[in-house]
Structures are given as structure tokens and as C-alpha cells.
């Protein structure tokens, strides 16, 4: 597996791509991020990635996209790409503490009724259900989106080879529209994870870098950054 680090030349883009990949337009960074591996067959999804802003020595945001990459193979450069490329083949430990990043779309199945199928439901959004429009700013509902979003991720990280030590931050949330064909949209949500996990197993945790956390994956959603703090 590789970790990529991508910077996009500004000028190399339309003026519609530049305002889309700024403002964090997931279906147009993964375009141009599929550039890098223009041989793989378009049915496959041959990485993973996540959309930061840089930052400048101050800490400040520069306002330019900077991106993460997952790939099971080298990407290859490309015109308006520059592109940092390192193997990446962690070695873990059972019991190892990391701290890890993690931009995530939290959903869980929700019945549909007897014969119909189940669909996708934001966890975040399901979570604000029960309370009234008037509550839905209020601190309580804001809590129970938080608690909602952090019990998806602790429940399933056995599953994926890790836990929780301590409840990891929980921000950033944002729901996302992206425009398909017909007028139509594809819809989803993301948010960001920053904490501390304890490896349970090494060899399921490095599986679960390489294939990513949940869904909407081809979005800039899944990736796991890991390092040790």
C-alpha cells in the first residue's frame, strides 16, 4: 500500500472545477485524483482519500486543498498534480496506543416494513429526530448527535481491530449534495474523528486502512490517519 500526499496546481484547473474542489466538492476531487491511476478500469475504486486545507508555520488555513491518498499501488504523476508518494506498511502492535484522524459517514439500516427493503439512515440526523424544530439548535440535541456519532464508531471498531480508550473528539459534521444525472442527487454526510485508539488486532486494523471505515468512500470518506503520539 502507498500514502500519497496530493497538492493541486490551481491554474491547471477549469474555472468550475476550481470553485468545486475549494469549497470541497468530493465528486470533482475524486476525478481528479483518478487521473493518477488512468489504467485502472473505471469500475474499480483503486484508492482513498480525504481533503484538508494546508496550513501555513502560523497554523493558519492557506485556503488550498491538499489531499490524502490511499492505494494499493503507486500513483502515477500527471500535469497539475504534484504528488508525494511513500510505501506505507505499518507495523503494529496488539495493545499499541495511536492517535488517528478519521473522516467518516456514520449510517445505520433502518426498516423500511414488512416485505420492503431496509434503507441508509444518518446516524447524526437520526439521532436529532425526537426532537422538536425548536430544540434542534439546543445543546441537548447538539449532545445527542455527538453521542450518536461516537457510539457508531466504538461499536464497530472491535470489527475493525481497534477500540476506544478514551471518546474521541467529534466534529465538522456536514451533509453533502452531490449532482447526479436527471436533475437528481447523490446525498450523504460526513464527519471528523480526532482521538486515540488501542490496537486489539494489527492485522485487522491494517485491513481495515486499506479498505477504509464505512461508507461513501468514493466521497473522501473511510480514510484512517494514524501516528503515534
Known sequence: MYLSSVRVDLNALTREQLFDVLEGGAYTAHQLLWTLFADTS????????????????????????????????????????????????????????????????????KSAGEGQRSHRAD?????????SPGERTSQACVDAMETAAREWLASRAPSWGFHLPVEPEVGAYRQHALPKDKGRSIRFSSVDYEGLLEVTDPRRLI???????????????GLMLLRRP
Open 42 to 109: 473505471e469500475g474499480e475504486r483503486p484508492f482513498l482519500f480525504r481533503q484538508e486545507m494546508e496550513e501555513a508555520a502560523n497554523g493558519k488555513s492557506q485556503g488550498l486543498p491538499r489531499f490524502y491518498v490511499y492505494s494499493p499501488r503507486r500513483p502515477e504523476a500527471v500535469a497539475g498534480l504534484d504528488v508525494q508518494c511513500k510505501p506505507f506498511a505499518p507495523q503494529l502492535a496488539k495493545g499499541e496506543r495511536l492517535a488517528f484522524r478519521l473522516r467518516a459517514n456514520p449510517t445505520v439500516a
Open 207 to 221: 485491513e481495515t486502512l486499506a479498505h477504509g471505515v464505512g461508507r461513501a468512500k468514493a466521497f473522501g470518506c
Open 123 to 131: 446516524v447524526l440526523m437520526n439521532a436529532r429526530k425526537p426532537f
